[in-house]
């Protein structure tokens, strides 16, 4: 995937919680606050999310309780250090939703300000997979334990 288009209540309010709270950078910012083009840091994309104003009014997203549409998309970071910051970040902004160990993944769950759910997550190595792969996991989230497993976290290193 290369980039997500969200429509949100208040663009600008949701790209300072994305600068804030995840350290994202503006690309490109509508001066009447109608649009904001966003890029996740290390991304060598031009935009990797963008949010559209659509008002104050607008209804909370039914997807999943009473009408199809995203759950959620995920962020991936390149190391596990970067997961902790992410947690402790979304944590520290009364954003934190969850976290889960899923086998190949590590995933941290956060909420934007208009309820919106997103993933922040570290792919595992793929050596490190085994039987994993073909498993849907959901065990609680140990970081120390998985920085002592991985204490290169780099990614697909």
Known sequence: ?????????????????????????????????????????????????????????????????????????????????DLQDAMDGLSAAGALAGSSDHGANKSVYGKDPDGLEFEVMWLVPRQAWGEEERQAIIRPLDLAAEQRRFPVTSGQA
């Open 1 to 81: 995937m290369n980039h997500a288009v969200l429509y949100v209540r208040n663009a600008d309010r949701t790209a300072r919680f994305y600068e804030q709270v995840l350290g994202f950078k503006a690309v490109i910012r509508d001066e009447a606050g109608q649009f904001v083009f966003m890029r996740a840091p290390a991304s060598q994309n031009h935009h990797d999310i963008a949010f559209f104003t659509v008002g104050e009014s607008a209804a909370d997203s039914a997807a999943g309780s009473r009408s199809v549409g995203l759950y959620h998309i995920a962020w991936e970071v390149p190391t596990l250090s």
